[in-house]
C-alpha cells in the first residue's frame, strides 16, 4: 500500500520539467508582489528558506533580494531542475536541501524570511510545519505564504477540494484566509498584507502538467459541468473546464 509521502514523489519526481515551465507557476501577479514586498525590505534579508520550492520559481525571485536562498522540497526531481535553472540563470545564492516542511533540519532563527508558495496544501501535518516554520524563523522575521485559497462558502469548497483531490493524489487541503490568519496567528506571525487574484487553471495543461489518469479527468470534467450555477459561478467555469480559483498572499513579521 502506497503512503502520502510515494504520492510526491510519484506527481513531482517525473513531472519537475513541467512545472519549470508551467506558466502559472513561472509567473502571475503574486510572484511580481513577492518580488516588491521582498525587495522593499530593509535590511535586505541575509538568509531566506523557500518551502516547496518545486521547480524554483520563487527562490528565482528571491535570489536578487537576499544574501542566500535554501530551495527545500522533498523531490529529488524538483531539487535537480532548481540546481540547473539557478545554474543557467547565473543564480549563485541558491542552495538545495531535500527535505519536508515538517522537518526542517536547520538550527532555530536561521533566517530573515521564510517563504511557499503553491506548496502547503501538499502538507500532511500542517501544525507541525507551523511550529517548524516559528523556530528556524528569527524574532523580527518575515514569513510570506501564497497558496490557492479555499473558498469561504462551504459548497464550492468542497467541489474544489475534491476536484483538487481527482485530479493530484498529492493534495491535502486548500486553506481558507480565515484559517491562514489563525495559523498565522497561532505561530505569533502578524498579518500586515493579505491579496487575492483570480487564477484561471486552463483545463488541458492543468491536467497534463500532472499526468491525471484520463478516467479522472473526466470525472473532474462531469462535476464541473454538473455543479450547481453557485459553484459554476463561483469558479467561473468555462465550456471546456477551465475554471478560476483564487491565489492568496499572506505576509507578516513575527513579533
Ligand atoms: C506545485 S509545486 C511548487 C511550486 C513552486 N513553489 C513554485 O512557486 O513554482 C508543489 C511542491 O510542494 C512539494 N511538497 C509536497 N509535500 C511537501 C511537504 N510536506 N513539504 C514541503 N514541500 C512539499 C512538492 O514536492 C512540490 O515540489
Avoid at 47 to 72: I, Q
Avoid at 116 to 140: F, K, N, Q
Avoid at 156 to 179: G, Y
Avoid at 221 to 243: H, K, N, Q, T
Wanted: hydrophobic share 40%.
Amino acid at each position: 500500500m502506497s503512503t502520502h509521502r510515494d504520492a510526491v514523489h510519484a506527481q513531482f519526481d517525473a513531472r519537475a520539467a513541467a512545472y519549470l515551465s508551467s506558466s502559472v507557476h513561472s509567473g502571475g501577479p503574486d510572484l511580481h508582489r513577492a518580488c516588491d514586498l521582498v525587495a522593499k525590505l530593509s535590511p535586505r534579508p541575509g538568509s531566506a528558506l523557500d518551502l516547496g520550492c518545486g521547480a524554483g520559481h520563487l527562490s528565482f525571485t528571491l535570489s536578487p533580494h537576499v544574501g542566500t536562498v535554501v530551495a527545500l522540497d522533498p523531490s529529488i526531481g524538483m531539487l535537480d531542475q532548481v540546481r540547473a535553472e539557478s545554474a543557467r540563470r547565473s543564480l549563485n545564492n541558491i542552495e538545495t536541501q531535500c527535505s519536508s516542511a515538517e522537518v526542517l533540519p536547520f538550527d532555530n532563527a536561521s533566517f530573515d524570511l521564510v517563504a511557499t508558495r503553491y506548496s502547503a496544501h501538499h502538507w500532511t501535518d500542517l501544525d507541525t510545519a507551523m511550529r517548524e516554520i516559528r523556530r528556524v524563523l528569527r524574532p523580527g522575521g518575515h514569513l510570506l505564504v501564497i497558496d490557492i485559497e479555499a473558498p469561504a462558502d462551504a459548497l464550492t469548497d468542497t467541489h474544489l477540494q475534491a476536484i483538487e483531490l481527482l485530479r493530484d493524489r498529492s493534495h491535502v487541503r486548500d486553506r481558507s484566509d480565515a484559517e491562514w490568519r489563525a495559523l498565522l496567528r497561532g505561530i505569533g506571525v502578524d498579518v500586515r498584507v493579505m491579496e487575492r487574484w483570480g487564477t484561471r487553471l486552463e483545463f488541458a495543461p492543468w491536467i497534463a502538467r500532472i499526468h491525471t489518469p484520463a478516467n479522472k479527468a473526466e470525472i473532474i470534467r462531469a462535476m464541473l459541468s454538473e455543479a450547481p450555477a453557485e459553484v459554476r459561478d463561483a469558479l467561473r467555469v468555462e465550456a471546456d473546464g477551465s475554471f478560476h480559483a483564487s491565489t492568496g498572499l499572506w505576509w507578516g513579521q513575527r513579533v
